[in-house]
């Protein structure tokens, strides 16, 4: 499967902006997927993950109840959406999908990325 994440950019702290993954292929829906993040001078680290079917959901304590992870597997698209942002989610944004048991946040268990998209939050 291949990925292309696309919606990051400049936002204030406080704002919202929201996040897409496209994916190729026709089994999108087999595919666990997640959202993990990278800081200027730090290791990258999970955000979020969503089930193949869309009815599981796991979050990193950081971003519990301000990100929320969506999949639309008729479009063969995940999202996350994030509010309340603050200055220490500024980093590139990654997707990664995953085949196999539920769930999975460690960054080695994940076969096939996007190519990263920029978020800053400014304060």
């Known amino acids: 499967v291949q990925l292309q994440a696309s919606g990051g950019g400049l936002v204030q702290a406080g704002g919202s902006l929201g996040l897409s993954c496209a994916a190729s292929?026709?089994?999108?829906?087999?595919?666990?997927m997640g959202w993990f993040r990278q800081a200027p001078g730090k290791e990258r680290e999970f955000v979020a993950a969503?089930?193949?079917?869309?009815?599981?959901?796991y979050y990193a304590d950081s971003v519990k109840g301000r990100f929320t992870i969506s999949r639309d597997n008729a479009k063969n698209t995940v999202y996350l959406q994030m509010n309340s942002l603050k200055s220490e989610d500024t980093a590139v944004y990654y997707c990664?999908?995953?085949?196999?048991?539920?769930?999975?946040?460690?960054?080695?268990?994940?076969?096939?990325w996007g190519q990263g998209t920029l978020v800053t939050v400014s304060s």
């Open positions: 969503i089930s193949g079917s869309g009815s599981g959901t």
């Open positions: 292929g026709r089994t999108f829906s087999s595919y666990n």
């Open positions: 990664a999908a995953r085949l196999g048991p539920w769930v999975r946040v460690g960054s080695s268990e994940f076969h096939y």
